[in-house]
Every structure is written in C-alpha cells, then in structure tokens.
C-alpha cells in the first residue's frame, strides 16, 4: 500500500473483518474511499461513488486492496456477489483512463474458486 502511494496511486484498504454484511461493507466503503455526506448507504450510490471519486483524485490510479473477504462471502453469498459485481464495473468504468482502478483479493488460507476475475 505504502508503495502503491509512493507511485502516486490512492491506496484503499478494505478489512473484511470489519464488515461480515452488507450494512457494514456499505461503512466500511464510505470510511475507506471517504465518501461525501450525499452517500446514499446503498448498492447503486456505491456503484456511484466508485465511479466518481472526484472528491479524492488520485495522479496515478486507484488500488483498492479488500482483504478477509471470505467474511461477508460466508455470511451473505448474495451480498458478496453484489460487491464482486460493483468493483468489476468500477474497474471497467476506470480502465481506459489515466487513473485506472486494481482491485485485489487477498485469498492466503480461503478457497477462492468461484470468485471471477475483476479486470482482464
């Protein structure tokens, strides 16, 4: 992360720990990517938000780096599937910019088949 800033990149860190539901991922976003007051607490104003992020530009890129994922991934498959889909549509909506966005899963010690690749 350290070096990702360094290389100009705006570094987010997602503790999954912190958010085994929706609810929860939904604060942890908005605290993490420091959403505006506008932030509606929903899938689409994050899919908004993650598209925007004009309020904190980045000179190189956005990675965003969303460990202990396998925690809402086993209590709300439905809702883990959801974020899976909104950050691979961030992704896409970043990828043919000067700021592109990476986002990473760390999987050390959980199965991850299944979880499908956000960018090609």
Same mark, same amino acid.
């Given at each position: 992360?350290?070096?990702?800033?360094?290389?100009?990149?705006?570094?987010?860190?997602? +503790?999954?720990?912190?958010?085994?539901?929706?609810?929860?991922?939904?604060?942890?976003?908005?605290?993490?990517?420091?959403?505006? +007051?506008?932030?509606?607490?929903?899938?689409?104003?994050?899919?908004?938000?993650l598209s925007d992020l004009s309020w904190t530009?980045?000179?190189?890129?956005?990675?965003?780096?969303?460990?202990?994922?396998?925690?809402?991934?086993?209590? +709300?498959?439905?809702?883990f599937r959801t974020v899976l889909d909104v950050?691979?549509?961030?992704?896409?909506?970043?990828?043919?910019?000067?700021?592109?966005?990476?986002?990473?899963?760390?999987?050390?010690?959980?199965?991850?088949?299944?979880?499908?690749?956000?960018?090609?």
């Open positions: 992360m350290e070096r990702a800033e360094e290389a100009g990149w705006h570094a987010v860190h997602l +503790d999954g720990r912190r958010a085994p539901g929706k609810d929860a991922f939904l604060r942890l976003c908005a605290e993490a990517f420091e959403f505006p +007051d506008w932030f509606g607490g929903n899938w689409d104003a994050l899919e908004d938000c530009p980045a000179k190189s890129g956005y990675l965003v780096l969303y460990e202990s994922w396998a925690e809402l991934a086993d209590a +709300d498959q439905s809702a950050l691979g549509g961030a992704v896409k909506a970043w990828r043919d910019t000067p700021t592109p966005m990476v986002v990473l899963l760390a999987s050390v010690g959980v199965e991850v088949a299944g979880v499908p690749r956000l960018a090609f």
